[in-house]
């Protein structure tokens, strides 16, 4: 359709190609509700005002709010390929996302990165893609095969990319190492997205002074002020794992709200149908007391002027007619969809089924010979208890905890002790078959018996094990290597639940609701074995992120985040067993 027949259109010269009526709309610029119909031509709104057209709806009453935008998300983390996750989240008023897919970059490299392009073009979704800056996230990780600079520049210029994906090494960035600084330099004008838990002072200057723009790490107000006043803006986070909103929604005032955006960063399929997405996070800060008009602005306007998403997030002559009609603001339920003024989803289901895309043929699962012995971490003399380093997890949250206790050791090797919530903790190599196996403890999952045991494991991806039992924790990563990654749980010698994902160990290409089932058997069957925590496989795949919390596990070893260099497990030898 012509511009001349827009411009006719919008002065009311012809008839639009659908009016909305009857609607409360939300103009996020001026943080108000205005009433009038909504003309739309050529999926673009035209005017607001009386208006009529070839289709009308009457909304009677609701309100029309423009579509939500998650400012910062791994696709993969939901378990769900990029066709799969628009099924899932469309239905919930998203019409746009940011993703860093630095999860199969870290498996397939460069191809990855193609591979989440490809199969997200054409969807009732408009996926746009930071590169991912850290791969591996440090030089204690391993995955497939590491993007440098080189790699990443030619891929600058391809449709849909925005910039440069959050800078995890932000040690190497605050010393001012090469290699981060010219991916910085890469990424030109472009966002450059931060990741800088804890960064304070001289240090956070010169991360922000680096041109870094935001950061989504920040878990009390006190980090995200300091940052807001540096210039940041400050994604609150709210997925499966990490949940920040109730600690950082009080710090959001008309003054500042234009410096926040809303993101999940990670959550799962059964998360996403249970809860929602973006309506779930603006639901729950307008139940907190957040100004609903603030909420939603947050959602949009505010992540589409960041990124520079023209024609989104707000509702005006112009921009894209992609909105989410809400029935009101204590429900905030999304009840149509509207991506380029398509109905896309209605009542909570797509209007119409994505057609299907073709899978990643790709065998990722490359492990070498593995033993029980694998996972033994050997006392420093027999016959003997140990001091031992352990890893504690904290609910909602992706960092851990730095802990020591006193170990049993059996046959020179130190023990787990359920009764004291002590497990044994292992990282398996998986791309190389290098046969490098980190082993350690945690503390935080309450399993009594068996292992469970996951390909997702932030950010290298390599195969991740925690259990009871050393035979248990062997027959669940054998198990995975013969299925071709996914997520399993083990008890007494036998598989209780397991979901395979076949796109690069991390996704899987059934429907949401599938996968959701698949998912609530492997979460059901780790509560059996007596897990306490809400998303056990969510927590597990953030263990052997390296650049968050105290100490974490990388198939090269224990590593003390703080100091950011690999130490030992076994502290000493102690008194007799």
């Not at 600084?181 to 804890?198: F, N, Q, T, Y």
């Amino acid at each position: 359709m012509s511009l001349k027949t827009r411009v006719d259109v919008a002065a009311g010269r012809a008839p639009a190609d659908l009016v909305l009526r009857n609607g409360r709309i939300v103009q996020t610029t001026t943080a108000e509700l205005i009433s009038g119909d909504i003309a739309i031509c050529d999926g673009v709104v035209v005017g607001i005002g009386q208006y009529d057209g070839a289709e009308v709806v009457d909304l009677g009453g609701q309100i029309v709010c423009p579509g939500f935008i998650d400012a910062h998300v791994h696709i993969e983390s939901s378990l769900l390929n990029p066709p799969r996750y628009a099924e899932a989240v469309v239905p919930h008023g998203t019409v746009a996302v940011v993703t860093d897919p630095h999860e199969i970059a870290n498996v397939l490299g460069v191809d990855g990165i193609r591979y989440m392009l490809d199969t997200s073009a054409g969807l009732p979704l408009d996926v746009r893609v930071m590169l991912s800056s850290c791969v591996p996230a440090s030089h204690f990780e391993s995955p497939a095969a590491p993007l440098d600079v080189d790699a990443l520049r030619p891929l600058f210029d391809l449709p849909r990319v925005l910039g440069l994906a959050e800078l995890m090494n932000y040690p190497g960035v605050v010393a001012g190492a090469a290699d981060c600084l010219d991916k910085i330099a890469a990424a030109g004008s472009r966002v450059v997205d931060g990741h800088a838990p804890g960064l304070s002072g001289k240090a956070l200057c010169a991360y922000v002074a680096a041109g870094i723009r935001n950061d989504h790490e920040c878990v009390t107000a006190d980090e995200a002020r300091e940052k807001l006043r540096l210039g940041m803006s400050i994604l609150i986070r709210e997925g499966s794992q990490a949940r920040n909103l109730a600690a950082l929604a009080p710090l959001v005032n008309a003054a500042n709200s234009r410096q926040f955006l809303f993101c999940t960063d990670d959550k799962d399929v059964e998360d996403l149908l249970a809860e929602g997405h973006m309506d779930y996070i603006v639901r729950r800060a307008i139940q907190g007391g957040m100004d609903p008009m603030l909420a939603v602005r947050i959602a949009t306007l505010n992540t589409a002027s960041h990124y520079g998403l023209r024609g989104l997030g707000v509702i005006g002559p112009g921009m894209r007619a992609s909105l989410a009609i809400v029935d009101d603001w204590s429900t905030f339920r999304v009840s149509r969809v509207y991506q380029d003024g398509v109905l896309t989803a209605q009542d909570g289901r797509l209007v119409q089924p994505i057609p299907a895309r073709a899978v990643l043929a790709r065998d990722t699962m490359n492990v070498a010979a593995l033993t029980a012995s694998s996972f033994a971490v050997h006392a420093s003399r027999s016959n003997a208890a140990a001091s031992a380093r352990v890893i504690g997890v904290i609910e909602d949250r992706i960092d851990t905890t730095a802990e020591t206790a006193d170990m049993r050791v059996r046959n020179g090797a130190l023990v787990t002790d359920p009764e004291r919530d002590i497990l044994k903790l292992a990282v398996v190599e998986r791309h190389h078959a290098t046969g490098r196996v980190g082993v350690g403890f945690v503390r935080g999952f309450g399993f009594q018996r068996g292992a469970i045991a996951s390909t997702v494991g932030h950010d290298a991806h390599n195969l991740v094990t925690c259990g009871v039992d050393d035979a248990d924790m062997l027959m669940a990563a054998r198990r995975l290597a013969d299925i071709g990654g996914g997520l399993c749980v083990v008890a007494n010698g036998a598989v209780q639940a397991e979901m395979p994902l076949p796109v690069a160990g991390l996704m899987t290409d059934v429907a949401p609701a599938e996968a959701r089932r698949q998912l609530e058997q492997c979460h059901s069957a780790a509560r059996a074995i007596g897990g306490r925590m809400r998303r056990p496989f969510m927590a597990l795949s953030f263990l052997s992120l390296s650049v968050i919390g105290k100490l974490k596990l990388t198939d090269r070893g224990l590593v003390d985040v703080d100091r950011f260099d690999l130490t030992s497990t076994v502290l000493d030898a102690a008194h007799s067993a």
